[in-house]
């Protein structure tokens, strides 16, 4: 069963190298499964594919941030996967470095690249003890990473040090109160990946608490219901016809605070550098 602790100390430390191999091999074996995807992994269609969906479902994502805000900025995307969000901060004139603990992310990130014609530079690394100099980057991405990393406190110490004062962290983590939990308790609905060996869940205080070394932080629900494209039968009909429309008629501010998804966009103290920036 996968972890699912939420603390800010250092408990558990002990056994945090062979819970990172866990989640290692995990991601090793995982991270090209997509199943919207009907293309082989690895070619240009597949990632075309993975990208518009991620995009349709995760429909905030291009509201909130500006991924051409970073032209000739340095932007390190952290637990980059393979690579389709650091694509268009790269397609925006970013320089981008993508790092992630999966090999094989690595593998598909550079290749996914090198089919679009962009500049990017890639590393297999842990995010919880970064190979990377401090004050280094302007911005620090870190979407679908921090819930699945043993220490999510040891990683945001490490995004905070890299980053360049003034410089913004734009970070995503699992809401303990989302309504994709209440429907998973309910009606067991589907979360992606809750098999992982690690999986926190966040309250948004929880959340701001971890975020305490920067000077500014916003906090943001998001990713509200979408219909399902991937799922069939029954059970995934009722959910798009009836749950989607009827929760998003809802009054959003009433539901707000149950977003799957919280977005935080966090500022490092100290001089600002000038341009870029997200949406909020």
């Not at 800010?8 to 499964?33: C, F, I, K, M, N």
């Not at 393979?82 to 694509?87: M, P, R, S, V, W």
């Not at 205080?205 to 971890?210: G, N, R, S, V």
Request: some cysteine.
């Amino acid at each position: 069963m996968p972890s699912t602790t939420i603390g800010t100390g250092l408990s558990g430390a002990s056994s945090a190298p062979a819970r990172l191999d866990a989640v290692r091999s995990y991601w090793d074996a995982h991270v090209e499964d997509w199943k919207a995807a009907t293309s082989p992994a690895g070619t240009l269609p597949y990632f075309e594919e993975t990208e518009a969906y991620r995009f349709e479902k995760l429909d905030y994502l291009a509201k909130l941030v500006d991924f051409n805000g970073y032209a000739g900025r340095h932007v390190l995307d952290l637990g980059c996967g393979i690579g389709n969000d650091a694509a268009r901060f790269a397609r925006g004139g970013a320089e981008v470095t993508g790092i992630d603990l999966a090999p094989r992310a690595i593998e598909l990130a550079s290749r996914n690249f090198e089919l679009r014609g962009l500049a990017g530079c890639f590393a297999v690394m842990n995010g919880e003890s970064l190979d990377l100099p401090d004050a280094s980057f302007d911005l620090v991405y870190c979407h679908t990473v921090l819930h699945f990393t043993p220490r999510p406190e040891r990683m945001i110490h490490e995004i905070h040090r890299v980053l360049r004062p003034g410089g913004t962290a734009i970070l995503m983590v699992v809401n303990r109160r989302s309504w994709l939990r209440i429907m998973h308790r309910l009606a067991k609905v589907e979360i992606d990946h809750l098999a992982a060996p690690v999986y926190h869940w966040f309250t948004a205080e929880q959340f701001a608490h971890l975020l305490a070394p920067f000077t500014a932080v916003q906090i943001v629900p998001e990713r509200f219901p979408v219909p399902t494209k991937v799922h069939k039968g029954l059970k995934a009909r009722l959910f798009n016809a009836l749950f989607v429309d009827g929760f998003n008629a809802l009054p959003r501010v009433w539901v707000r605070r149950y977003g799957h998804h919280l977005m935080a966009f966090a500022t490092k103290g100290g001089v600002p550098s000038d341009g870029g920036g997200s949406r909020r």
